[in-house]
């Protein structure tokens, strides 16, 4: 969250807690009071109120806007602000022309004419739009990219102008795809490897089926420059599940701290019962310092344990209403249902108005069939701005019910 204005989230429970939250209770709230939710709904655009990159706000504003019909002038208008300003408003303003807004549509095409961040803006919508709504853009591109400081990095849609773009330093490496799971561990395993083979190496590793062959090899795929893991090597491990607890175990015990993490995560993800009241209480201390980072690994380790872990309910509960990390809201709730599902109906049907896709995907499969919730899928079904996977899984829903009807 940037703390450029001395930010502080409204409670909880304030219509105004919600949106900054990005809670579905706060979408539907607002419907039933627009006058009072329209300056929240700017607030949203012109602020970042996400507490991590991750976490994602600008679907769940550009329905806001259409469904509440404000008006797209002080959208607009922060196109002109800085490029951090500028992009939220974009994202929110690309998806209102996917629902049909011509004046967003315009908006952003003549911010590319004449607009101060019109690279940024190009780039953006050239990955949401259809081709044909920004094609005819080239020539303005053309002529204005000659007066840019530095080339573009992106190739896309710099290359379909035929506008030149920033070679990247390092060359192409060459695909790992034919090789043998027994040639990518020979890569792994030897010395001369650069890092970046290293990394193409477990990245197409973890394209296949998990080896146990890797297991072995884990203490020496530290980076060379800096005291981490390679990149894919945590997914690799993760993928082996229960087969690497045992070399984890002294993986726990090594002098690199990298290493030493690594193992006693796969220890913590494959304990038995007797870690269960840690892990209570690792929650309830996470939940009293607020950190709002790491809860959701600590509730996934706790779901494992189903209704044995029904002492972390409450504090799973308190997350759910209250984490501005809008991430990782899915997992206190999937948690949640693993230890006791009655109750949760309210929460799965709230999950379809918010901002997450993960949770929308949750309250899709989950909500129980009454009308306003089917009425609500259909909404997701239907919606041009929605996510395809959220599509696919709303379409999947009402079509299993027209079966059974």
Request: hydrophobic share 45%.
């Amino acid at each position: 969250m940037s703390d450029e204005y001395g930010m502080t989230y409204a409670h909880h429970d304030s219509l105004e807690g919600l949106l900054q939250r990005g809670r579905g209770l706060g979408a539907v709230r607002a419907l039933q009071v627009p006058e009072k939710a329209s300056e929240f709904v700017y607030d949203g655009i012109r602020r970042d109120w996400r507490w991590d990159g991750v976490d994602d706000r600008s679907l769940y504003l550009a329905r806001l806007v259409r469904d509440l019909r404000l008006p797209l002038a002080p959208i607009v208008d922060r196109l002109t602000a800085d490029e951090d300003s500028c992009l939220r408003a974009c994202e929110v303003l690309e998806l209102l022309a996917l629902a049909g807004s011509d004046e967003a549509r315009e908006a952003l095409r003549a911010h590319v004419r004449e607009g101060g961040h019109w690279v940024q803006v190009m780039e953006s919508v050239s990955l949401v739009w259809p081709p044909e709504w920004w094609e005819d853009l080239g020539d303005v591109a053309r002529a204005r990219m000659g007066k840019e400081a530095e080339l573009p990095w992106l190739a896309e849609p710099w290359t379909r102008f035929g506008i030149e773009v920033q070679r990247h330093p390092c060359a192409a490496r060459p695909s790992l795809a034919g090789l043998g799971t027994g040639e990518l561990l020979a890569l792994l395993s030897g010395d001369h490897a650069e890092d970046d083979v290293k990394f193409d190496a477990l990245r197409e590793l973890n394209g296949r089926g998990p080896t146990g062959e890797l297991i072995a090899l884990v203490p020496s795929l530290g980076s060379r420059n800096s005291p981490r893991p390679l990149p894919g090597l945590v997914r690799a491990v993760e993928r082996l599940g229960a087969a690497a607890v045992p070399a984890a175990r002294s993986w726990a015990a090594d002098d690199r701290p990298w290493l030493a993490r690594l193992g006693a995560d796969v220890l913590a993800d494959h304990a038995g019962p007797e870690v269960l009241p840690g892990l209570v209480e690792e929650l309830a201390a996470q939940w009293a310092a607020r950190a709002w980072c790491g809860p959701d690994r600590t509730a996934r380790r706790l779901a494992r344990f189903g209704p044995a872990a029904a002492g972390a309910v409450p504090h799973l509960r308190r997350l759910w209403l209250r984490t501005p990390h809008s991430y990782e809201r899915t997992a206190y709730l999937e948690a949640l249902a693993a230890m006791d599902r009655d109750g949760l109906d309210h929460a799965y049907t709230e999950s379809l108005w918010d901002c997450e896709e993960t949770a929308r995907l949750l309250g899709t499969a989950a909500a129980p069939a009454h009308p306003d919730v089917l009425e609500r899928v259909a909404v997701l079904r239907d919606d041009p701005m929605e996510t395809a996977d959220v599509r696919s899984a709303a379409r999947t829903r009402l079509a299993g019910l027209d079966r059974l009807s």
